[in-house]
């Protein structure tokens, strides 16, 4: 279950300012004193809080004969809020590309510490609809970040829906039960597996122009190059890798 303040905080939120808008959800109509002692804020500070979130829109108040009462906007204004801003960045998302977009650019390189990385390439692999992904080298350790959970009930699903087939390259020992039982051709996929004797705990994704290594969890660094040039390559070198394998059981 995701923690409800903690996915507030990553919409934008501070703590504090998550508190109050909790305490006022939960309380409905209520004067500050009351608001600022169920989210364990002082009065002065509550107040001050409260003006912030009436500018993100996120609270109001109304005078009433027994005083000034706050109230929680309804929540399904995070989600409305949320899709607005994704409507209008991906309206200027051709602006914001042709202006990186030089005929004499050299590739961009692009370093992550922490999982962050992971969901932001795993994300990214998925911007363009009716293309393939590739990705070689150990699922297991990219579960062991990010969850076999969020691979099987966001990414695949969300994969689906843009009609975007995906080739890998695994070592089947790291393989869980639920993958080597899967029907891969209705979840458009093709498998096929490594030797063994070259088992190695890192993987690289190729998508787009654009090709991104992830280390072990031990590590946990992702880098994203982004070279039409180093893509091509690497998508030969992979095919290559593949048609190898054309004698060897695919899953």
Partial sequence: MLDIKQTLKEYGL???????????????????????REAQLKRTSAYVIFQALQKKGLMGSFKMKSG??????????????????????????????SLTQKPDQKPQITYYEGKEGYYLASEDSLSQPNSTVRHIGSISEIHNVIGEKWDLDYYIP??????????????????????????????????????????????????????????????????????????????????????SFSDAKTA
């Fill in 14 to 36: 501070d703590d504090s300012e998550a508190g109050l808008y909790l305490a006022a959800l939960k309380l409905g109509e209520a004067g500050m004193s009351e608001l600022a």
């Fill in 68 to 97: 000034l009462k706050f109230v929680a906007t309804s929540p399904d204004i995070l989600v409305s809020k949320t899709e607005k801003e994704l409507q209008d960045l991906k309206s200027i998302l051709p602006q914001l590309k």
């Fill in 158 to 243: 969300a994969r689906l829906k843009k009609r975007i087939h995906f080739k890998a390259l695994y070592f089947k020992s790291q393989m869980p039960q639920s993958f080597l039982q899967a029907n891969h051709a209705e979840l458009l996929r093709e498998v096929k597996y490594l030797p063994e004797n070259h088992l190695f705990n890192t993987s690289k994704l190729i998508y787009g122009n654009k090709v991104a290594i992830f280390s072990s969890k031990k590590e946990l660094v992702t880098v994203i190059i982004e070279s039409p040039d180093i893509a091509q390559s690497e998508v030969q070198l992979f095919d290559t890798l593949w048609d």
